[in-house]
């Protein structure tokens, strides 16, 4: 599934889990890709009907998404707050790590076209690939953050955070174009 990317997301991951503790950032890993699974597998069948009868479209959730994730990233870039803090770590495994990050606007709207080519159960497997990978990415994000320092760790979080939010514009600009047809 081409909607979904760990490496793309990788950044934004180590920026908000760059100052937890190794066992917190995989109790977060954990967390956050199983709420992505429930989410994504319960969107196959259920996702086309919720749509349908709230009279949205995809480009809605893409505007949605991009607004969360601009404002987890402005969070750092502006104000040099972190979502993540000892007391809500558990929290932003769910949002935005798990939603709109891991399975967002791009995955939802995959899951609703693979329904025209392919079973529920075909598109839940490759869903559940695809969330093993990202969930080996993150779990290895560990050591990557070793290996950078606090120094480089702060510099990746800050270019992260910018990149994020280019990336939360580029979601908020497709999803205008997409409802805008």
């Not at 932003?92 to 790590?97: A, C, H, M, R, T």
Request: aromatic share 4%; net charge positive.
């Amino acid at each position: 599934m081409v909607a979904m990317d760990p490496l793309g997301v990788l950044p934004a991951f180590i920026q908000m889990t760059g100052g937890l503790s190794k066992e917190r950032r995989k109790v977060l890993v954990n967390g956050s890709v199983l709420v992505a699974g429930v989410v994504g597998i319960l969107f196959i069948p259920l996702g086309p009907l919720v749509l349908g009868a709230l009279g949205l479209k995809t480009g809605d959730f893409q505007v949605a998404g991009g607004l969360l994730v601009l404002v987890v990233a402005l969070r750092d870039v502006v104000w040099d707050q972190k979502m993540l803090t000892g007391k809500n770590a558990k929290e932003v495994g769910v949002v935005p790590i798990g939603i709109p990050l891991l399975v967002g606007p791009a995955v939802f709207a995959t899951l609703i076209l693979l329904q025209n080519r392919f079973s529920g159960l075909q598109i839940g497997a490759s869903l559940c690939v695809n969330l093993l990978i990202s969930w080996v990415v993150f779990r290895n994000a560990s050591n990557l953050i070793e290996r950078m320092g606090v120094t480089g760790t702060r510099v990746v979080s800050k270019l992260a955070a910018l990149l994020l939010s280019a990336y939360a514009v580029m979601m908020i600009r497709v999803g205008l174009s997409s409802v805008a047809r």
